[in-house]
């Protein structure tokens, strides 16, 4: 079709790289922002597959792999701080296309790499939503700042807690799918031991990693097992920490009480995947975790919602825009569903809930030979790949 205008919400990896493409194509994008600059945060990520590709398309690999980690081996302790195993990252990455990356670094590469006629708003949300199709522009849209914009096409790329999905297509509550674990992630002003770049601690039902950022600053990612679900404000979060770590570590607790001493929030919520029947409604499109969230089981969230992106931008050149959703849909559905399917069966495995499962999964670890352990680890990640392909 001719390109229009397009809206984005959310200036994340979806919105981004939807912005990249569109406008690449031709259209009028303009991309919303909720908070004040480029969202801080995260955990470590991979990205291979067909993520992978659309970065090397977009000409990004240089500068990703300049800020990409080279993460040698994960040494795994139990609670008391005995060693577990080694797992060497070489022995089973081999000749995978694989780069270890923060999804803080991947969002700023592709903000950076936005041809100029994109407009980037920060503060600005988007507060409602109204459809006609008889009129010049079908979407019309209520801007937090009062402003009312018309778009031929909205896209709702906020994440798994999209504003743009509760307004158009229901609560969260609605399409949300605990898989019973929840994580946090936040970064601080420390140093692992001499030698080592990533290290996790971990006991049943909880997962504690440190990796390496600088020579003076680490990221901490925390996965426990949780029977609730949903938001947690800011203000209880480091206590819900707290109690989850009671029995951790003292390397857990110590560096965990000094994140909390410094007053900053941490980002916690819940391991969830997000099902919807249709991705899309009328001329507005949910994006990435918005519609389809993997979760950090999968290894391909932000991969998928890169391609995903890409795809639609193909898709939008060769149909008008009802078709393009439906052509976009059909193409991407299939290893989305495969991949939260593959998620949900992970899980338990990730986490185990047991003392006993805790206590099977490390002997695994620790005594099955290196080679063989080596070729399930690389196997699995290229089962990801395939799946997402």
């Known amino acids: 079709m001719t390109p229009g205008h397009v809206l984005i919400a959310g200036a994340g990896v979806a919105g981004l790289t939807a912005a990249y493409w569109l406008a690449r194509a031709g259209w009028s994008v303009r991309v919303l922002e909720n908070a004040p600059d480029l969202r801080h945060g995260g955990y470590m990520m ?16 240089p500068r990703l792999e300049a800020c990409s980690f080279a993460v040698e081996e994960n040494v795994y302790r139990n609670p008391k701080g005995g060693e577990i195993a080694r797992l060497r990252y070489r022995d089973f990455i081999r000749d995978l296309p694989y780069l270890a990356l923060l999804r803080t670094d991947l969002v700023r ?3 950076d790499a936005l041809p100029a006629s994109v407009a980037l708003d920060y503060s600005t949300r988007i507060e409602a939503i109204i459809q006609d199709e008889n009129a010049p522009e079908t979407v019309r849209a209520t801007l937090s700042t009062g402003e009312e914009v018309g778009a031929d096409l909205v896209i709702g790329a906020e994440g798994l807690r999209s504003a743009t999905r509760r307004l158009v297509f229901g609560p969260d509550e609605t399409f949300l799918r605990p898989l019973g674990y929840r994580f946090a992630v936040y970064d601080i002003e420390a140093k692992l031991e001499p030698g080592l770049d990533f290290v996790s601690y971990v006991e049943p039902g909880h997962m504690a990693e440190y990796y390496r950022l600088t020579a003076e600053r680490i990221a901490a990612l925390h996965v426990w097992r949780c029977a609730e679900s949903g938001q947690v404000v800011a203000g209880s979060r480091w206590d819900v920490l707290r109690t989850v770590t009671r029995s951790s570590h003292p390397f857990v607790t110590k560096h965990l009480a ?7 929030s941490c980002v916690l919520d819940d391991l969830v995947i997000a099902e919807l029947p249709s991705w899309s409604s009328g001329h507005v499109l949910l994006l990435g975790d918005a519609a389809h969230s993997l979760t950090l089981v ?6 998928m919602a890169m391609a995903s992106a890409e795809k639609l931008a193909h898709t939008l050149a060769e149909a008008p825009i009802d078709a393009a959703l439906a052509l976009h849909e059909a193409s991407m559905r299939p290893s989305i569903e495969r991949l939260q399917g593959r998620a949900k069966r992970s899980a338990a495995m990730f986490i185990p809930a047991s003392p006993i499962a805790f206590h099977l999964r490390n002997a695994v670890i620790r005594h099955a030979p290196r080679r063989w352990l080596g070729h399930y680890l690389s196997s699995s990640i290229r089962e990801e790949v395939t799946l997402a392909q």
């Open 109 to 111: 590469e592709l903000r």
């Open 298 to 303: 999968s290894g391909q969230g932000a991969g």
């Open 46 to 61: 991979g990205l291979s597959g067909p993520g992978y590709e659309t970065a090397r398309r977009m000409g990004l690999l």
């Open 258 to 264: 000094t994140a909390s001493a410094l007053g900053d």
